[in-house]
């Protein structure tokens, strides 16, 4: 969310708000489409993953754990 172009679109996109970013922070299905919506757009997700120090597959793994029992 250090992105302020990148956390518009995500907002905008996803219909999530910051409230209930912070509110739903442990929910499995928010998560879910931050991970969603990051996996949409390659550059989103090589820069999440660089700011993360982790690499993308890390992330694609991580929404396929999250969306298998969601």
Do not use: C, W, Y
Not at 41 to 57: C, G, N, V
Request: net charge negative; aromatic share 2%.
């Amino acid at each position: 969310m250090g992105d302020e172009n990148r956390a518009d679109r995500l907002l905008s996109l996803t219909g999530l708000t910051p409230d209930i970013l912070r509110e739903r922070l442990d929910d499995r299905s928010v998560l879910a489409a931050v991970l969603e919506f990051l996996l949409a757009h390659e550059p989103d997700l090589t820069k999440a993953a660089d700011d993360l120090q982790i690499k993308p597959e890390a992330i694609v793994s991580a929404h396929q754990q999250l969306t298998s029992s969601v």
